[in-house]
Nanobody, 126 residues
Framework: QVKLVESGGGSVQAGGSLRLSCVAD????????MAWFRQVSGQEREGVAA????????YYDDSVKGRFTISQDNAKHTVYLQMNELKVEDTAMYYC???????????????????WGQGTQVTVSS
């Protein structure tokens, strides 16, 4: 498993931006896919975006396409989630996840990931 630490959450008004960071330990090199999920209390965790570490291919949920961008810095073992044009409905706890598998068709499935961070809260107000 990979140890993951998220940062960058906070409170912002609708229309604003935040950038989340996820730093992985040395086992980052064993990772194929990394993703961001989010969860609202009482609801299921949902996939937001994912990136194939070996090739930089990215995947997005329809709800965030055109507003969010996932990227990586392999030298820093870090994956980012740039969130622009934030909406109230983006409010959630955001989690970073890592998988040793290639997941082009199942990137948003929670059980495909074996490493999770502790989460960072994002709150968007109107």
């Amino acid at each position: 498993q990979v140890k993951l630490v998220e940062s960058g959450g906070g409170s912002v008004q609708a229309g604003g931006s935040l950038r989340l960071s996820c730093v992985a330990d040395e086992y980052f090199l064993s990772t194929n896919f990394m993703a961001w999920f989010r969860q609202v209390s009482g609801q299921e965790r949902e996939g937001v975006a994912a990136i194939y570490i070996g090739g930089s291919t990215t995947y997005y949920d329809d709800s965030v396409k055109g507003r969010f961008t996932i990227s990586q810095d392999n030298a820093k073992h870090t994956v980012y989630l740039q969130m622009n044009e934030l909406k109230v409905e983006d409010t959630a706890m955001y989690y970073c996840a890592a998988s040793p598998f290639r997941l082009p068709s199942t990137w948003s499935v929670v059980n495909e990931y074996n490493s999770w961070g502790q989460g960072t809260q994002v709150t968007v107000s109107s």
